[in-house]
């Protein structure tokens, strides 16, 4: 059987414009001979739906379309398609809705598959609104048998995990059956087809591709996984689809960060896809682009704003930008209090002149001056400090959003995932905007992402590479005043952050004083409430700050 795998970018709710996409990639596909092209999870209405599944018209829209779409495989010689939807549950108890994979052919659905395991850890919700599927089967197309899955139901696979997150492998269930066939079937090749949803964090399209290659490899089958790709909200799909043969060797590969089509034949399989490039640094970059670019797009703007402070954060976000939504849609602004230095002034210039944006500048002398002559009658007889620091801040953020108000303009924060942890940034401030774009990227892997933008050329002055970092909020200030340097704080911060590691765990694996590590973390545990307030963060992090990350913000901590 020739199959394609449909990689595309959907938008959640827009079931016009997703059923064009799926037709013209169907069409593509057919135009190639292919017996079955298959599109991702939940590619009808996008993913994820959220609490639009329990509207009545959502689901109701997203069964019409699915009717629409089966009328388009009416014509003889055209390819079935297999897609991902939701449809309403036929249970007399328990949730309304079902996630499932429907197979289109001869004009009509044919077949339905409904997702066994709903995911409910990290970012995934799924328990909320769906039900479980109870049983699996076969589905035959052009008289060959088909494994059909959907993203979840293929990763419980007690051969390459540890432990399984649960008692059932659906996988397991339907090679069960497979191998109950009728005689004339059991020569076939074995396909299991996986529609996924599978949201990119730094290493996981390798986990995918090793999980998948063990999976061919324990039944002797093909398996091909058709992965979404695209942004939505703050999750970056990564596609990467792909299609391995019973041996474990990839035969089609589909591109990541992009939509794709590629072929595999199941009676051949016999051409092996080259290896996939693994450049963590490039593929985060790639991420947060074509995250950044969504948002903006799919929240129906095309304009963004970035403070340019000459500092390294606001540089990589401005070179992101760009890269995502072109220079011409892109403003810097920047905002110099008499505690910016002229080099950094002087390294904001370069930087949007590097990269083509118009940069405007808005000294805040004056305000800031205003501001705090306002104050005098109540702070009398105290000294400068955080209050008169974080003014000038939160005035940024007031015109930043003027200007966004103005001009139609996203604000793009600038804060990186070490700030977000440790609270060291300023609610309503340098936090005010639409997107934290490097919300889930640390310090020093913001130094990484900024070598890579200038691995042709200078785009990032390297005076603001090189400098030591510093909010300039006060004469000659220097983060290193009230954080640990950066290269040990960060992996102190990933350990408790992303892998829940006590004090005493990350001392000893470290090697560092565990008082210095409590006093980390107490600013961790301090700062939950400014983070539950913060912009939305694209993930491209095992645990990023956001729905992945639950904790209630009025406790008491002992760490």
Known sequence: MKIALAQINPTVGDFAGNANKILEFAARAEGLGVDLVVFPELAVCGYPPADFLEKASFLARAEQVVVELA?????????????????????SAGKQVRNVA????????????????????????????????????????????????????????????????????????????????????????KVILNISASPYWQGKPQVRQSMLGALARRHGAFVAMTNQVGGNDSLVFDGSSLAIRPDGEVVARAAAFAEDLVVFDTEDGAAV??????????????????????YVRKCGFSKVLVGLSGGIDSALVAAIAVEAVGKENVIGVGMPTEYSSLGSIDDARKLAKGLGVRFELLPIHDVFAQFQQVLQPL???????????????????????????????????????????????????????????????????????????????????????????????????????????????????????????????IASEQGVDVGLVK??????????????????????????????????????VQV
């Open 71 to 91: 009328g388009w495989t009416a014509v003889a010689g055209r390819p079935a398609i297999l897609c991902g939807t939701v449809m309403a549950s036929r249970a």
């Open 102 to 189: 429907a197979m289109l052919d001869g004009g009509r659905v044919s077949f339905v598959q409904q997702k066994m395991l709903l995911p409910f850890y990290d970012v995934f919700d799924e328990q909320r609104y769906f039900e479980p599927a109870v049983e699996q089967t076969l589905v035959c197309l052009r008289g060959e048998p088909l494994a059909i899955t959907i993203c979840e139901d293929a990763w419980n696979d007690k051969g390459f995990w540890p432990r399984q997150m649960y008692p059932v492998d659906p996988v397991e269930r339907l090679m069960e059956k497979w191998e109950s066939q009728p005689q004339d079937l059991v020569g076939m090749p």
């Open 273 to 294: 896809a080259a290896e996939a490039e693994v450049d963590e640094v490039a593929a985060m970059w790639s991420a947060l682009v074509l995250g950044t670019r969504d």
């Open 379 to 505: 702070f009398a007889g105290t000294e400068f400090g955080l209050a008169e620091e974080n003014l000038q801040p939160r005035i940024r953020g007031t015109l930043l959003m003027a200007l966004s108000n103005k001009f139609g303009a996203l604000v793009l924060t600038t804060g990186n995932k070490s700030e977000m942890s440790t609270g060291y940034c300023t609610l309503y401030g340098d936090m005010v905007g639409a997107l934290a774009v490097i919300g889930d990227v640390m310090k020093t892997r913001v130094y990484a992402l900024s070598r890579h933008v200038n691995r042709v050329r200078e785009v990032i002055p390297w005076e603001t590479i090189s400098k030591p970092p510093s909010a300039e909020l006060r004469p000659e200030q220097l983060d290193t005043d009230s954080l640990p340097p950066y290269d040990v704080l960060d992996p102190i911060l990933e350990a408790y952050v992303e892998r829940y590691c006590s004090a005493e765990q």
């Open 519 to 556: 006093s980390v973390l107490q600013l961790v545990e301090r700062s939950e409430y400014k983070r539950q307030q913060a912009a939305p963060v694209l993930k491209v992090t095992r645990k990023s700050f956001g729905m992945g990350r639950r904790f209630p913000i009025a406790v008491k």
